[in-house]
């Protein structure tokens, strides 16, 4: 029996180029393109160094922000440049490094650049922008992740000077060895109203962002190994009475949870972007497997079990890689809503899981093999699900905004 040659193998790299998005031209293409050859050049003769390592190297982040690509933009028409490069970041296959240029770049500088005083920024930004100094967001605790209400750091006023003292631990924080500054959330206030001291309390009508110097004395950071993503520099770090000047509070006292509610539906854009980028490494990874691959003499993808699993990949992909660019544009406007970035960080996450299952079980033993990029994949999938808000509590969040 003759069995014809399978259709896979198309470029769905050339695809992902096309500019026909309604929302991208030949100056986006022409942009992805200059991206392309600078992640080449700075990250990936790297990238596997750094997974050992645990962390981007010095050197790797001066040499991204060197190449201009830790400064483009956040908002309006330049924030359709962002969705190129972080759907380009998720597309080398790395989660770890993806995560941690993205907390950095995006998710912890965004509380700067949204709730700083001009003289917070300029304290921090252009040395972020640089690569010279890192940016971390610590608000995960041991206890307190999904739901916040149990968070137990708290900055209690300084005697006798403005400021806080902050004690306390986070948990799971990216960039947390490295960076420099850490954005991080505690109590501030005690929930009866007075000042937050050593007692308990729920609710974060109470908290504060504060940046926090990680070099201050009382700062203690530990590396926090995870199963995936393993060049995130995940970190515990400890605070124990650091003094915090009164210019490292971030906005208002006491309205953290409004600066949340705002820059959170910013991280599920990001994350669900960079994941895009994920899926297509995965399914190009996939993709370039099934079509050399031979077994009972044709190629994997030519039995048709293949082809089917891989033909309903690629129509999810193509729908969550649409709803992504119309996620970015929605941001570009102005006009992104919790509902949107819930939808595209849940899809897109947990594409990537369903995306890397079929890649290791179609790479056999190669899947399951220390080094291999299908094994990288796998593992590093799960993690996308969980970071920047569980799956559950984004169906909540999105069942909740009907
Ligand atoms: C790789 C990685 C990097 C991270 N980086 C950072 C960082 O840089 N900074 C930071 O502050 N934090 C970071 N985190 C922490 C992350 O934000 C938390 O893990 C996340 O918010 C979930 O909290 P949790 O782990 O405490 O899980 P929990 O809140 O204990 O939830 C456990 C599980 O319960 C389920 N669940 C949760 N809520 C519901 C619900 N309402 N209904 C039904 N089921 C539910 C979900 O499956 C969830 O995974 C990181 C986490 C990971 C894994």
Redesign the pocket.
């Known amino acids: 029996m003759s069995v014809s040659p399978p259709p896979v193998g198309r470029l769905l790299t050339e695809r992902a180029l096309a500019h026909d998005f309604p929302f991208f031209d030949h100056g986006h293409d022409a942009f992805r393109a200059l991206v392309r050859a600078r992640l080449a050049e700075h990250v990936l003769p790297h990238a596997e160094a750094w997974e050992r390592q645990g962390r981007i190297a010095a050197e790797g982040w001066k040499a991204l922000g060197a190449a201009g690509l830790l400064e483009v933009g956040h908002s309006g028409d330049d924030f359709l440049h962002s969705a190129v490069l972080l759907e380009e970041l998720g597309a080398t296959g790395y989660a770890g490094i993806r ?1 941690s240029v993205g ?1 950095h770049a995006y998710m912890a500088l965004s509380y700067v650049l949204l709730f700083g005083t001009p003289q917070q920024r300029e304290a921090w930004v252009p040395a972020a922008h640089r690569g010279e100094s890192v940016t ?5 605790e041991r206890n ?4 916040l209400r149990d968070l137990r750091t708290r900055a209690r006023p300084s005697d006798g000077a403005d400021g806080f003292v902050l004690d306390g631990r ?1 948990s ?4 947390g060895t490295r960076a420099g500054l850490l954005v991080v959330l505690a109590r501030t206030r005690h929930p009866d109203g007075a000042t937050a001291g050593t007692g308990g309390g729920r609710g974060l009508a109470n908290a504060s962002m504060l940046l926090v110097d990680a070099d201050s004395p009382g700062v203690t950071r530990r590396p926090q190994p ?1 199963a ?2 393993r060049a ?1 520099d ?1 970190a515990e770090i400890d605070f124990d009475q650091v003094e915090v000047p009164e210019t490292g509070l971030l906005g208002r006292r006491h309205r953290a949870l409004l600066q949340l509610m705002r820059a959170l539906d910013f991280e599920r854009l990001v994350a669900g972007l960079l994941a895009v980028g994920g899926v297509r490494y995965t399914l190009e990874l996939l993709d370039t497997h099934v079509c050399t691959r031979h077994v009972k003499g044709v190629p994997l993808g030519a039995h048709q079990a293949v082809r089917h699993r891989l033909a309903e990949l690629y129509g999810e992909f193509d729908m969550v890689h649409r709803y992504a660019h119309h996620a970015a544009w929605l941001h570009a406007q102005g006009r992104l809503d919790t509902r949107t970035a819930s939808v595209l960080k849940l899809r897109s996450t947990e594409l990537a899981v369903t995306a890397a299952q079929v890649c290791a079980q179609y790479h056999g033993a190669l899947g399951q093999q220390e080094g291999a990029d299908a094994a990288r994949v796998h593992r590093d999938a799960t ?1 996308g699900t ?8 984004l169906r ?1 969040m999105i069942f909740e905004g009907n």
Do not use: P
Not at 172 to 175: Q, R, S
């Open positions: 995560a907390v971390a967001l610590a608000i995960s307190s992740g999904s739901d986070k799971y924080v990216a960039n995870m995936g993503w995130a995940i993690a969980i970071a920047a808000g569980a799956s559950e509590l909540d």
